[in-house]
């Protein structure tokens, strides 16, 4: 079904609903962007947790730090 759609001249997201299979990887696994509000954000709490003071934690720790921020 992909190189069917690949090679499916039509350019309309309309001619995505002939292909079951390439709508539904589409429906999952396409994201919209993020907002910049929220990009910034998440580098604002990276720059705090990445300081002199933590630079002994172990990535897995600081992941897990980001994420409850």
Known sequence: QLNNYLTNPSRNIESLFLYPAVCAAFIKLN???????????????????LTDKHCRISDNHIDKKKFLR
């Open 31 to 49: 994201a919209t962007l993020p907002s910049p509000a929220a990009i910034e954000r998440l580098i604002s709490v990276a720059g705090q947790v």
